[in-house]
């Protein structure tokens, strides 16, 4: 019963797992917030990401996920299907910036997550949609978390939550779900953003109290 149920899921997988190529250079961007006791200011995310894939055959590792709908499978390389394509490895350069509405672009901080995979995942048994897409697994880096989610063959999200420290007032929340797109077609439209506004008069006050403290001031 079980090697027939693995039978089943990985001709599931196959279908559509030649059916469309997901590495390559993409790009990120969103808007969102830092927060420190009662003083929230929107910001904005800029970005990008490199995708890279691989037969089954090529890896190097002993153990692989299968992603099918919710579920993720562990199992030994050696029973997947060979010539498989996966996603073996991304990374994420990201920058944040204050003052995106006023002109000025002040580059408050940034990050980069080597790579986002830890365990090879062969591709999902469907294309992915806005209502069915196809969500990578959490990755934490630098007091930060990366959810990457595919909504179509060349586009979707990356949530982003967590904190970044500055010497002035000690971590700051971010929280952001920025767009993802392909490089080369169009940025899709995000269903909402999780920002919030103080662009003028006490706001900018606060703003200019928050990155006072911030290590990495840069103009850009």
């Not at 990008?48 to 090529?58: P, R």
């Not at 999780?194 to 703003?207: E, I, K, M, P, R």
């Given at each position: 019963m079980k090697k027939a149920f693995l039978l089943l899921l990985l001709m599931m997988t196959a279908v559509t797992a030649e059916g469309y190529e997901i590495s390559g250079t993409w790009n990120i961007y969103g808007t969102g917030f830092v927060e420190k006791s009662f003083v929230r200011i929107s910001l904005e995310l800029r970005g990008?990401?490199?995708?890279?894939?691989?037969?089954?055959?090529?890896l190097s590792y002993d153990i692989i996920e299968v992603l099918s709908n919710d579920t993720v499978t562990v199992m030994r390389r050696e029973d997947v299907d060979q010539n498989l394509d996966c996603l073996n490895g991304y990374e994420i350069d990201l920058r944040l910036y204050a003052f995106d509405k006023t002109g000025l672009d002040i580059k408050i901080w940034d990050d980069n997550l080597p790579n986002g995979i830890r365990i090879p995942i062969v591709f999902p048994d469907f294309t992915p949609t806005v209502n069915n897409p196809f969500v990578l697994p959490a990755v934490i880096h630098n007091g930060i978390s990366y959810q990457v989610s595919?909504?179509?063959?060349?586009?979707?999200?990356?949530?982003?939550?967590?904190?970044?420290?500055?010497?002035?007032?000690g971590d700051i929340e971010i929280n952001s779900d920025c767009a993802i797109w392909k490089s080369g077609t169009a940025r899709p439209v995000t269903d909402s953003e999780?920002?919030?506004?103080?662009?003028?008069?006490?706001?900018?006050?606060?703003?200019m109290i928050l990155l006072a403290g911030v290590k990495k001031f840069v103009r850009n």
């Open positions: 990008g990401m490199e995708l890279s894939t691989c037969k089954v055959s090529e595919f909504t179509s063959e060349t586009s979707g999200k990356v949530r982003i939550r967590g904190y970044f420290d500055t010497d002035y007032v999780t920002s919030s506004g103080c662009d003028s008069g006490a706001g900018v006050f606060a703003l």
